[in-house]
């Protein structure tokens, strides 16, 4: 019985990917702003929601989006510009936040928590890395000669399972300094890098947009 993918093809879109999945980009450094400001669970919930988008962008080049966004690429840009600064908004949020009064962290992230999910699959809905995946990266990885869903069932699984693994790392690992966030001071300081981080994130989406 024939593979889906041929191996060389898929060994070398594994390498690809792999790279992809660990450079700091959007998705990474949300990934690091909600595990520092929300908790593990938050963090883990966002990534839940970054791959879930990342699975409907796998639906629609099912259904030949690649084709559509070529054709149309300006509403794609003002897709990405509308998650730019929805993800600003969310850095302003933070950072306005570092300078009241708020309740102890353990109460905030319970009812902050809620939103993890949404607000991860905006960020990858509408993040350009993940729309120059799709028409740039993927497309010479596809032999035309194989079935095509069966080839994009076999390159989601490669793409899910090493995304969710590096977006686990970099959430947890801001979860990890999350402990502390009942120090004034800290989650004080805390909230400024938490803002920072979504704004060059932000920044990083407009700019890939205007570059696309």
């Not at 084709?67 to 933070?94: D, E, N, T």
């Not at 809905?125 to 095509?148: C, G, H, M, S």
Request: aromatic share 10%.
């Amino acid at each position: 019985m024939a593979l889906p993918v041929d191996p060389a093809r898929y060994a070398a879109f594994l390498t690809v990917m792999a790279v992809m999945a660990i450079t700091p980009g959007p998705a990474n450094l949300f990934s690091i702003a909600t595990g520092a400001q929300r908790g593990n669970v938050a963090a883990l919930i966002g990534v839940a929601g970054m791959n879930t988008a990342t699975l409907v962008w796998f639906a629609a080049a099912a259904l030949g989006l690649g084709a559509l966004i070529l054709a149309f690429p300006q509403v794609f840009h003002l897709l990405a510009f509308g998650g730019a600064a929805y993800i600003a908004w969310l850095g302003l949020k933070s950072l306005k936040g570092a300078f009241e009064a708020r309740e102890p962290a353990g109460h905030a992230e319970a009812r902050r928590g809620r939103s993890a999910f949404l607000d991860g699959f905006a960020v990858q809905i509408a993040n350009p890395k993940a729309i120059l995946f799709f028409t740039a990266v993927l497309p010479p990885f596809l032999d035309p000669a194989r079935p095509l869903p069966a080839q994009l069932a076999a390159f989601a699984c490669a793409t899910l399972s090493l995304d969710v693994l590096a977006m686990s790392a970099y959430g947890l690992g801001g979860a990890a300094m999350a402990a502390r966030m009942n120090e004034p001071r800290f989650r004080k300081g805390f909230s400024v890098v938490v803002g920072l981080l979504l704004m060059t994130a932000a920044v990083l989406i407009a700019l890939k947009a205007g570059q696309a």
